[in-house]
Structure formats: structure tokens, C-alpha cells
């Protein structure tokens, strides 16, 4: 393992932390890395111990999208990839750029924790199969994913019934014989439905509120390759996707799906055709928010009913960072307030990595966070001004990337950031400290 004193202790080795190991190799920043599971790839690999994946699960977004851009998939990959893909693809990204090395693996992150004040290290805690350890780094970075800790809502009344998270799926024939409703109707919800109608006795799936539905293919074409050559205003590209959405998926609300009640954008879109196919062919129908339970019988706020055997909750994920003390993140409501989601207003050795969603970001815009870090990290090491400027910005208080969109006010949504102004302010600081570096 590296000296431990002079380097980061980098938390991970799903698709951000790779990114982040890769680009701290490159520009020779120490690092010890620490994986809880035998291998690397996150929650994509299904054997994880924190894995949420289940044996149907593809990619939501085209692998051309998605991909690095130094490390394209196979040709042979298919434009939405599986699981298995997606796991054999970091693993191979980690033999590519020589970084298992910097790992040890089966080591589990009890805790960090300052030395003193910014800049006077870290002590961190782990556990492996050869006991507890301690060591001091120079500073921390946590990439432990942001899809692992399920939230779990309180259901008014009692259910007889199974009642499990979506994070307890794996195969559909959990679903064989059961009459079973789906709560949640997100990405994950509306794939799981559609494995359930092949099994359950019946499948229904409960909804708070509607969503836009994207189809996979456009022209033949993955839908998210289709245009983003001329930059819009939002009000416009709004008026022109939502035409091609009904010409490509038609109206939802004839399947008896609620009408959003947002507009295109301030929410995740689902990229499914299939839940609307089944739903236009009554093998699944869409029922209202759920009121209460009572035994078996679960009341609708519609005023309907109907008995299940199994209740599966498609109601997504916590952020989740049990090893630091939450007021070291600077948390305000549901996600800590970073700069750029990812560097602490206060300390330069402290950095939460992949904390970003936004439709068509990527793993290469997750790439880009860790290069913009690692060029920081080195600038402030070199006295670079750039380096200067951007340690003042991000003390000085900030706003979310947002871009100016009213995001629904969702835990899923804290985190959200407008694509296009994310990466041109991330890109915009790395050519910025490159060029300082060279001044």
C-alpha cells in the first residue's frame, strides 16, 4: 500500500471511483483505495454486498452515452448493456489503467475523521479480513455510490402480506402465483413491473404522481443520441421533445397513468416503452397513491381497493455515508451542499465524488468531476492562482448547477443538476487550471 500519510484515501470502486483512480494515477497523487466487496464495479457487479441490481436490469441510458471516452465498450455490447456488461466493463477499465493495485479489497470503511482543521489530515478506520486498521491520509474521498440505502417509506395500517424494497428484488420469480403491487414508478419501478406481469397472478403498480415516458429508440436510433447539436432555449427544446414524445409514445394518461403535474425536465424521465405497452393491454393497471393497509387489503386514495400477496416498494435510495460525521459534509436538507456536488465549500481535503445526477451526464461527465478535483488538488500544491480563484468561488457560497430549473423537491432530486451548465463549469475549471499549470 502507498505511505499513507501523504495520500488520499479514496472510498470506492464503482464507476466513479474508478474515474477518480484512474485520474489520480495520471497525475501521480498518491492514493490508497478501499472496496468493500472481492472486486470492483459497484452495484453494477450483482454479487456485491451492496449491490441493488436484479438479474433483467439494463442500462436506462445508450452505452454511447454513457461510456468513458478513453475506454469505449465493445462493438459486441449491446447499445443497452446489461448488467454483466456493464461489470465485465470496469472490470476490464481496471486492468486497462493498472489501478487494482491501489485497492484493498473486502475492506470496509468504519470511519474518518479530521486530525484538526483543514489541511492537518485524516485518521481512517477499516476493516478487513485481517482485522480493524488505522492509518492517517492526507485526505478523504468517498465514492461509496449513491444506490445503496434503500428508502424505505411507513406505510399507514398493517399488511399480512411480503412486503420488500426494490433493493430486495433479483429474480422475477419472486413474483410467481402472487398478486402483487408495485408501489413507485420510476425507472426501476416501471422495469420491475414489467417482469412482474410475466409471473404475478396480477400486477398493478401505485402511483403519487405522473411522469414523461421516453422511449428507448427513436427512428431506430437510442433516444438520447437523437439531437443536442443546437443548444435550445429550455422553453423551446420543451415544446419540441414533448411533440416528438407524443408522436413516439402517444398520451399516458389514456393507460390510465396521472398526468405530471411538472413540466418536461424538472424531473427524471422514464426511459421505458414497455410499462405503457402492457398498461394500453390491461396486463397491468395503474392504481392512486396508497392511503392505508389492512391486512391484505390495501385502500387506495381514490377510494379503491384490492387484496395482494406481496407489496414491492420501487421508492428509491439514500444518500448514505455511515463512516463521517454528517455535519463534516455540510448537509442542508437532503444532500450535503458541495460545490459543484462535490468539493466542500471549507476544506480542500475533503471530496464526496459522483453525488450528481442529470439526464445524459455519464460516466464521462462523472470523469470530468474527478479531473477537475485531481487538477485542484495539484494546482493548490503548486501555488497556482487558478487554483486560488476556485478555492475563493467555493467559499464565497454557491448555488446548485440547476441551470435555472425548478426541480421537483424530492430526496432523488437534491442532488439534480442541469446538464449542459455542470459540465460547462466543470470543463471550464479544467481548462482553466491546465492552463494555469502551464503559466
Not at 189 to 207: F, N, Q, T
Not at 298 to 314: N, P, T
Amino acid at each position: 500500500m502507498t505511505e499513507t500519510r501523504a495520500a488520499y484515501a479514496l472510498i470506492g470502486a464503482g464507476p466513479m471511483g474508478l474515474a477518480m483512480a484512474k485520474v489520480l494515477k495520471e497525475h501521480d497523487i498518491p492514493f490508497c483505495g478501499f472496496e468493500l466487496h472481492s472486486d470492483v464495479g459497484g452495484l453494477w457487479d450483482i454479487d456485491g454486498p451492496k449491490s441493488t441490481m436484479y438479474e433483467t436490469a439494463h442500462l436506462i441510458s445508450s452505452k454511447t452515452m454513457t461510456e468513458f471516452t478513453d475506454f469505449p465498450m465493445d462493438e459486441s455490447v449491446a447499445e443497452y448493456p446489461s448488467h454483466r456488461d456493464l461489470r465485465n466493463y470496469f472490470r476490464a477499465f481496471a486492468d486497462h489503467f493498472g489501478l487494482r493495485d491501489h485497492y484493498t479489497f473486502n475492506a470496509e470503511v468504519l470511519k474518518t475523521e479530521p486530525l484538526g482543521g483543514p489541511g492537518d489530515g485524516w485518521r481512517v478506520t477499516w476493516r478487513d479480513v485481517d482485522g480493524d486498521h488505522t492509518a492517517e491520509f492526507a485526505g478523504v474521498m468517498i465514492a461509496n455510490g449513491t444506490l445503496s440505502e434503500p428508502n424505505m417509506p411507513t406505510f399507514p395500517g398493517e399488511f399480512d402480506g411480503e412486503l420488500i424494497h426494490s433493493s430486495a428484488y433479483r429474480y422475477p420469480s419472486q413474483f410467481d402465483g402472487k398478486r402483487t403491487l408495485i408501489v413507485g414508478a420510476g425507472n426501476s419501478g416501471c422495469d420491475i413491473a414489467v417482469d412482474a406481469i410475466h409471473h404475478a397472478k396480477l400486477c398493478d403498480l401505485s402511483m403519487r404522481r405522473g411522469y414523461y415516458f421516453v422511449p428507448k429508440y427513436v427512428f431506430g436510433k437510442p433516444a438520447d443520441t437523437m439531437g443536442g447539436l443546437i443548444k435550445l432555449p429550455m422553453w423551446l427544446k420543451r415544446r419540441i421533445d414533448g411533440m416528438i414524445l407524443k408522436w413516439f409514445v402517444g398520451d399516458p394518461q389514456k393507460y390510465g397513468f396521472p398526468k405530471p403535474d411538472y413540466q418536461l425536465y424538472e424531473s427524471h424521465p422514464v426511459v421505458n416503452s414497455l410499462v405503457l405497452y402492457h398498461a394500453g393491454h390491461g396486463d397491468l393497471r395503474i392504481r392512486a397513491d396508497i392511503e392505508r393497509m389492512d391486512g391484505k387489503t390495501v385502500h387506495f386514495r381514490d377510494g379503491s381497493s384490492d387484496e395482494y400477496d406481496m407489496i414491492l416498494a420501487a421508492t428509491g435510495y439514500k444518500l448514505y455515508y455511515p463512516f463521517i460525521d454528517r455535519d463534516l459534509l455540510n448537509w442542508q436538507g437532503d444532500a450535503p451542499h458541495l460545490y459543484l456536488n462535490a468539493m466542500h465549500p471549507k476544506r480542500d481535503d475533503l471530496f464526496v465524488l459522483g453525488m450528481v445526477e442529470a439526464s445524459g451526464l455519464g460516466w464521462q461527465g462523472r470523469h470530468e468531476q474527478a479531473e477537475m478535483i485531481a487538477r485542484y488538488i495539484k494546482g493548490l500544491r503548486a501555488g497556482c492562482p487558478v487554483a486560488g480563484s476556485l478555492k475563493s468561488e467555493k467559499a464565497d457560497g454557491f448555488e446548485r448547477a440547476t441551470g435555472g430549473m425548478n426541480y421537483l423537491q424530492l430526496a432523488r432530486m437534491a442532488y439534480y443538476v442541469d446538464k449542459a451548465t455542470y459540465r460547462n463549469a466543470v470543463t471550464g475549471w479544467i481548462a482553466k487550471l491546465s492552463k494555469g499549470a502551464k503559466a
